[in-house]
Structures are given as structure tokens and as C-alpha cells.
């Protein structure tokens, strides 16, 4: 029998995961700040709950899906808090992409309470966790990994075990998107070259996904670009949060680099002109923008 789940942030990658369990008959519960999301996934079949402690004290697992450690630990917080609802015994996943000693503080306030944790930072986007095919990186302890190897495995069918070590699913999400952010901008700087150049950019894009200058996220969000698409499905707030989070990371193992540090900036800078709640498909026109200037 199928356990019962909730998700606390139901956004993007928090809705599309309640979506997905719905979808294959999983009792799920919701709870999100945002009065209208909570009131979708109820007309999907959810039930809503008024705060985190009511959902931990309804479900069997609970999934925290918000954006930073700052609202982990809001959500953790209070007498209406998930701390205030857990009992010994359940286990919570962390999705947030979070520095890894975050992840650690959040495991071993769980773990006095007597709460697993699963790290398991995502990757994927919205349509891919509403269908079960986004990735999940996961570190916990074994046993805990098996208990909740069901539930996982409905969530992704591309879960990746890095490690038994709370804090590695972190670490690994950090330099997964630290490439993403490095690729993304690179894809909008060669693109806004081939403009210049006075080459096609559909002619361009199609040579590129076909070539070795391929890469996933620069596909993903110049093809948007080329078909007119506003949906936001990554804010650009989003990779400016984890290139600037990876790049802490870098310097807290004495490594420098050399392409990190600028794709952080160009994240940086274009949530400094107003592009923050922008889908990061708009790097392609603040790099544009940034070329022109004299």
C-alpha cells in the first residue's frame, strides 16, 4: 500500500511531484504558502493542510520542496512548524538545492527528534517531475534509502545514490548546477556571437545540437527563446542562488577555477537588472544587452 506523502512547497518541482503521485494513486498532502496552488492539487485529489506541523502529523513522509535554507528553516520553525509535527521514526526528503553544511544542520535537527533524512537535491524541471522522469541525487544512510526506495523510485526513474552521507546529494547538485550555469551562459554568448556574425540562429542552434558544442540546458532554453516562449520554468534567481552557492563552495576547498566565477557573475548581474523573477532563458538577452553596451 502506497504510503501517505506531503510536500511542503508546491511550486514548480513541488507541484509537479504531487502531480506525479496523484497521477499513480498515492495519498498525497499539500501545504504551500500560496493559497492558489493548495487549492489546484486539491481539485487533483489532494488534501490540504492549514500549516507544516497539520501535514507531518497527516502523512507517513514528507517532502520539503521550497527554495533555500532560509525557508527550510521557516517551514522547520514555530508551534505550526514541521518540527512541531514530526515523530520519531518518520523520514523527510530535502529537494532544496542548499549548501551542504545547511543540509547537514537540517539532518541533525531531524535526527534529535529521531527523523531520517533523504538529501536528494533535483534536477529536471516541472514536466519532468509531473511524469516521473527527473533526477534525483540521493545520500542516506542505506537502511534509510531502502525504506524509501518505492517512493523514490515513483518520483524519478533517474535516482543516482552518491553516497550514504547526508550532504553529498548537496555537494553533487551544486556542481551539476554550477556546469548548468556555465553551459547556459556560454550557449547565450556563442548565440549572440553567430547574431553579430549575421548568421541564422535557427540554421545556428540546429548545427550546434548536432555538433560537439551540444549541451542540454542551452537547447532547452534557446529553442524557447526562438519559439516565442514567456513560460517561466526556471527563475533566474534560481542559478544565480547555486552558482553563487557552488562557488562558496569551491573557495571552502581552496579550489578557484576559472569559468565558475564568471557564470556566477552573469547570473549575479542579471538579477541586478531586474531579471530575478525572469526565466533564465533571459541570460540570452542580458547578454545581448551587455554586447551593445559601449
Partial sequence: MSKKIGIVGTGNMGGGM??????VGWPVFVHDLDATKQAALQTAGAQACAHAAALAQAAEVVIVCVIDAVQVQQVFDGAEG???GLTAGQTVVMCPTIAPADTEHFAQQLQAIGVHMVDAPMSGGPIRAANGTMSLMLAAPEVVLAEQEELLHTLSDKCVVISHRVGDGARVK???NLL???NLVGACEVMVLAEKMGLDKENTLSLIERSSGQNWI???RLRRVLAGDTTIGSHMRLLAKDTRLAMASAQQVGYAGWLGESAAKAFAMACEQ??????DSNMLAFIR???DRP
Avoid: C, H, P, S
Avoid at 504531487?18 to 497521477?23: I, N
Fill in 289 to 291: 544587452q551587455a554586447a
Fill in 18 to 23: 504531487a502531480k506525479r503521485l496523484l497521477d
Fill in 218 to 220: 542551452g537547447t532547452d
Fill in 274 to 279: 531586474g531579471m530575478t523573477d525572469m526565466d
Fill in 174 to 176: 551544486l556542481v551539476n
Fill in 180 to 182: 548548468a550555469g556555465i
Fill in 82 to 84: 514541521l518540527l512541531a
